[in-house]
């Protein structure tokens, strides 16, 4: 079975302060898919990020990165500078590699509040 | 724009009273998937669709119903609602051979 588990149920920082999410994952599988999803106050979700379980490459986008680690299975994200519309519920999400039914299995997220 | 929509957006019903919601894509996706977000439980599948008239049970299928007659909409079916259905529900798609799947913009449910 899968599992994702973001233990920091809420984070609250001062705008600028640097702030990561921790995801840790487990799986079988030995392909598979990790995301981070962010869902802002009005509701929707907006993808951030995909991660190949075989391209352990660290990304940079602006102010967002993720380390991704297979060692430790995890997938941590970092927003620098944080600002106030950075607030919103972060999920990191494990897509697996199942015959055709391809769910992702959700972590519980981690809501950042930011404040001025 | 590519999208992903659902309809409603918000819904408020009573126990038992049949209700239907709505899922379209406009990206030609084969797959489709129906989710619901509770808190403290992230998101879990409800249904899944490969392509048109071929559905499967995901994680939490009981008390919901789906169909898919045609490529861009997938609507969940509550025959007869109860308030532990009471939840923030999401569509998303994805294409064959992408793994990223887009999400709607979700459809709070309310039963009374």
């Known amino acids: 079975a899968q599992k994702v588990t973001q233990a920091q149920t809420e984070i609250s920082v001062v705008e600028k302060e640097d702030v990561t999410l921790d995801c840790v994952y487990e799986?079988?599988?030995?392909?598979?898919?990790l995301f981070w999803y962010k869902q802002p106050p009005s509701g929707e979700l907006v993808f951030l990020i995909r991660?190949?379980?075989?391209?352990?490459q660290n990304e940079i986008s602006g102010r967002y990165s993720w380390n991704f680690q297979k060692s430790t299975s995890s997938f941590n994200f970092t927003i620098t500078a944080s600002q106030v519309v950075d607030s919103a519920v972060y999920f990191c999400?494990?897509?697996?590699?199942?015959?055709?039914?391809?769910?992702?299995?959700f972590g519980s997220g981690t809501r950042l509040q930011v404040q001025p | 724009e590519a999208q992903v929509t659902q309809n409603p957006r918000y819904l408020i019903t009573v126990t038992g009273k049949k209700l239907t919601v709505t899922c379209s894509q406009n990206?030609?996706?084969?797959?489709m998937s129906w989710y619901r977000q509770d808190p403290g439980l992230g998101l879990r599948q409800i249904y899944y669709?490969?392509?048109?008239?071929?559905?499967d049970k995901g994680d939490v299928p009981e008390g919901y119903k789906v169909s898919r007659k045609e490529k861009r909409n997938f609507p969940l079916i509550l025959e007869s609602p109860s308030p532990n259905q009471t939840s923030l529900y999401f569509c998303?798609?994805?294409?064959?051979?992408?793994?990223?799947?887009?999400f709607g913009p979700g459809t709070r449910l309310l039963v009374l």
């Open positions: 998303a798609s994805r294409g064959r051979n992408q793994e990223t799947q887009y």
């Open positions: 799986t079988r599988d030995t392909t598979y898919y």
């Open positions: 991660r190949n379980s075989f391209d352990e």
């Open positions: 999400a494990l897509g697996g590699m199942d015959t055709g039914r391809r769910a992702l299995t």
């Open positions: 990206m030609n996706h084969e797959y």
């Open positions: 669709s490969m392509n048109v008239e071929v559905t």
